[in-house]
């Protein structure tokens, strides 16, 4: 079966760095997002990894380890306006057909 | 990246009655979309996978026969909650990817908030 984990919440400054957790274990794994989601709207995506290692755009980085089923997401420099749930979502291949199966997410509040 | 437009964004609807939301893939072709559910303060819920031309796969525990599924071209997908209920009061959202390698990720729409009274 497929599970993913990440913590519930999370608190963090304004200005500060904030890294949020994912273990997952998945069959077929094929590729690994995190997407933001603000309260009463639909996922946005941030960023996708499917080789090991550090993926970095702008404030935000992702990392993915295969080997252990871990990736976290970093945020840095952080602003009022991140504080947002924060899903970490695996793809994996099923019959030769795509599943996007998502984790419980992380809502995250940034505090002056 | 690529624009999926989900229609109405929210409804309120009588017990017993039935709901369609659409949800359209504007820019690209969507050959695979996907329907989620979201309850409040819980992550998304994979209800069912279509493919063009295709019968939806559903997840185990979700119920084929009250929430229709259809993936009739490949820029539109719609999912029909028939007899509804209080308890289907929920947010759903559909997403679309493409094959290819112009978008790995999969698109979401606007979502649609659906309230049964």
């Known amino acids: 079966g497929q599970n993913i984990d990440q913590p519930t919440e999370m608190t963090a400054t304004e200005g500060a760095i904030v890294q949020i957790n994912c273990t997952y274990q998945t069959s077929g794994f094929n590729g690994l997002f995190w997407y933001q989601q603000h309260a009463g709207e639909a996922p946005t995506f941030l960023s996708y990894n499917v080789l090991d290692g550090l993926e970095e755009k702008g404030r935000f980085s992702s990392f993915l380890s295969r080997s252990k089923g871990y990736s976290y997401l970093l945020l840095k420099e952080l602003q009022m306006k991140d504080s947002a749930s924060y899903l970490c979502a695996v793809r994996a291949t099923t019959s030769g057909t795509y599943k996007y199966i998502f984790g419980t997410g992380t809502r995250l509040k940034v505090l002056a | 990246g690529a624009v999926v437009s989900q229609h109405p964004s929210w409804v309120i609807c009588k017990s017993g009655t039935s709901v369609k939301i659409e949800c359209r893939s504007l820019?690209?072709?969507?050959?695979?979309m996907f329907w989620y559910r979201q309850f409040p303060k819980q992550s998304l819920m994979l209800m069912a996978t279509?493919?063009?031309?295709?019968?939806?796969?559903?997840e185990q525990g979700v119920e084929k026969d009250k929430f229709l599924i259809n993936h009739a071209s490949l820029t539109l997908s719609t999912l029909t909650v028939t007899s509804a209920h209080p308890e289907d009061s929920s947010f759903y959202i559909c997403?679309?990817?493409?094959?290819?390698?112009?978008?790995?990720?999969?698109?979401f729409g606007q979502g649609t908030r659906l309230t049964v009274v």
């Open positions: 997403s679309a990817r493409t094959q290819g390698q112009k978008y790995t990720e999969a698109f």
């Open positions: 279509s493919n063009e031309g295709s019968k939806a796969t559903y």
């Open positions: 820019d690209f072709q969507a050959t695979t």
